[in-house]
């Protein structure tokens, strides 16, 4: 089973992203924290909606940074239901500490587990989708994630089980309208983008119809994004441009543009690579999480 966790560093500038969100709960004085003292106390930590359990690094980094000991009663990527428990949640893990520190620490590290969880759940659903069809490509989501998020979104997508696409402006060259409007053509930005990102670096082109993917793929573009495109052209043009070019160059399909859950089966055919969807991130339910003090 993999172990998503082994790719956070134990040096990583994640661990200073949990510092930062728990200096942004708690700025200056913690009068909470006043009021309920050092006692030490335990906390159940729950789940109260179905779906993966994600986030666990993170929701842990909080409670280390906060001096708390935890029990985790579900691995990282599990199916938690807790619609089918008599009281219609589940205990998934244990915290024990100071009142006030479980305090600190409970609202940062319940919001990274409802935010993740959610993600790896949204993730999981749209590709389980794909693969009961029998299509065997990728699913992937977007850029459009929020600031300051990037990292544990991105770690949310590849938990559900689907890719990240690019993680940052500086992994892949993305040529899209503005980029070629500026520039004048396609060959010519992708041009200027090989001079300076070389070999190592992929360059993939936006492109509205399929002259515009002929010129992208003649220039030399690794990849190519049909944007916006209906389940039936989308098909046609995949297979024209797959059929037209097999053998004589190697590149990339991707289709993106409107993809969801309950449209991407109109969408699905072998002559694309790649399916791209912010729907996995933006706008997705949140698991609900809640912790309690024993009393």
């Known amino acids: 089973m993999a172990v998503y966790e082994h790719l956070l560093p134990v040096n990583g500038a994640w661990r200073q992203d949990v510092t ?141 089980g689907c890719d990240t696409h690019r993680y940052d402006l500086s992994s892949m060259v993305m040529l899209k309208d503005n980029h070629i409007w500026a520039t004048g053509s396609i060959t010519e930005a992708v041009k200027n983008a090989r001079s300076v990102c070389g070999f190592a670096v992929k360059i993939e082109v936006e492109c509205l119809s399929e002259d515009e993917a002929t010129e992208a793929i003649e220039a030399g573009a690794d990849v190519i994004m049909l944007d916006n495109f209906q389940g039936d052209g989308l098909k046609k043009c995949a297979q024209s441009l797959k059929t037209k070019w097999d053998g004589k160059k190697h590149f990339l399909l991707e289709c993106s543009g409107g993809l969801k859950l309950d449209n991407l089966e109109e969408y699905l055919c072998d002559d694309i690579d790649i399916y791209s969807t912010s729907s996995i991130h933006q706008g997705t339910t949140v698991i609900d999480f809640s912790l309690k003090l024993a009393h």
Do not use: H
Not at 69 to 88: A, H, I, N, T
Not at 115 to 143: H, N, P
């Open 20 to 160: 930062n969100w728990l200096s942004e709960d708690v700025p200056s004085f913690d009068f909470g924290g006043y009021v309920v003292g050092s006692d030490l106390k335990e906390a159940n930590l729950y789940c109260k909606q179905d779906g993966m359990l994600c986030g666990v690094p993170f929701a842990q980094e909080v409670f280390n940074q906060c001096e708390l000991q935890v029990e985790w009663f579900y691995k990282e990527g599990s199916f938690l239901e807790p619609s089918r428990s008599d009281p219609g949640k589940l205990v998934v893990a244990k915290v024990t500490g100071p009142a006030k520190n479980i305090l600190l620490a409970e609202r940062t590290a319940l919001n990274i587990l409802s935010r993740s969880s959610g993600i790896a759940t949204a993730s999981r659903r749209i590709i389980s989708l794909a693969r009961s069809t029998g299509y065997k490509g990728i699913i992937a989501g977007t850029r459009k994630t929020t600031p300051g998020l990037r990292r544990l979104e991105k770690y949310s997508m590849l938990v559900g």
